[in-house]
């Protein structure tokens, strides 16, 4: 059970904050799973933004090198993705997933709209 909040619509230039919350999630089985971005623009294929694995190790889609910021508090239960200098091709519909073992899990996503 993955809740995703934080999108919206924003001016290019923007920047927006996701958050992917696992509250039904124990710590011991949070901590060490991979947390993962992916987004869906209309007609494609869903595509990797950006992962973060328990040790806090990083990779990034080279379409938001340098724009996105992935992050992650266990404590929380909570990946986050700061996303700024936004364009129109970023707008999307984005997914957190959770991978533990290659046991996958799905939020529902949420609308980025990047439009003026």
């Known amino acids: 059970h ?5 999108g919206g619509l924003v001016q290019p230039g923007g920047s927006l ?7 039904r999630t124990i710590l011991s089985v949070f901590s060490p799973s991979v947390m993962g971005w992916y987004r869906q623009a209309p007609g494609k294929e869903r595509d990797l933004v950006a992962v973060i694995a328990g040790d806090g190790s ?15 508090d266990n404590s929380r239960r909570t990946v986050y993705l ?4 936004l364009a129109p091709d970023d707008t999307a519909i984005y ?9 996958e899990f799905w939020g529902q996503g949420t609308q980025v709209t990047v439009s003026s």
Not at 2 to 6: D, I, K, T, V, W
Not at 97 to 102: D, I, T
């Open 2 to 6: 993955l809740e995703e909040s934080g």
């Open 17 to 23: 904050r996701l958050s992917c919350r696992a509250p």
């Open 58 to 72: 990083t990779n990034y889609a080279d379409s938001v090198k340098g724009r996105f910021i992935i992050s992650r």
């Open 82 to 85: 700061q996303m700024n200098d």
């Open 95 to 103: 997914y957190c997933n959770r991978n533990l073992g290659g046991q």
